[in-house]
Nanobody, 127 residues
Framework: QVQLVESGGGLVQPGGSLRLSCAAP????????AGWFRQAPGKEREGVSC???????YYKDSVKGRFTISRDNAENTVYLQMNSLKFEDTAVYYC?????????????????????WGQGTQVTVSS
């Protein structure tokens, strides 16, 4: 059973920054897309950002210019740098690994294209 492991969440004031990490013990991100999803209380899980094996990236409109996704293939780790955080960014953030074509770059990641998930890490933006 593949279990991705997120870290880096926490409590931050508006305007602050956090860097989420996603490690994959026993699993290789090679040739897989990686995505970050989030779920706020009472809302559906939504795709925030993704990066394909080939380097295509996607960002939800509300995070463009503030969030940056990256992958370190040597370290088998995916990151989400989140800057200028807002109250509405508060959610549980999930890392996921999907098929090679699960991040075409012009469309949001879809949960059913991602087969391996982490347990989630809480991000709370509060003053």
């Amino acid at each position: 059973q593949v279990q991705l492991v997120e870290s880096g969440g926490g409590l931050v004031q508006p305007g602050g920054s956090l860097r989420l990490s996603c490690a994959a013990p026993g699993f290789s991100f090679d040739y897989h897309s990686a995505g970050w999803f989030r779920q706020a209380p009472g809302k559906e899980r939504e795709g925030v950002s993704c990066i394909s094996w080939y380097g295509n990236t996607y960002y939800k409109d509300s995070v463009k210019g503030r969030f940056t996704i990256s992958r370190d293939n040597a370290e088998n780790t995916v990151y989400l740098q989140m800057n200028s955080l807002k109250f509405e960014d508060t959610a549980v953030y999930y890392c996921a690994a999907g098929t090679t074509h699960a991040c075409p770059g012009n469309l949001p990641p879809r949960t059913h294209d991602y087969h391996y998930w982490g347990q989630g890490t809480q991000v709370t933006v509060s003053s």
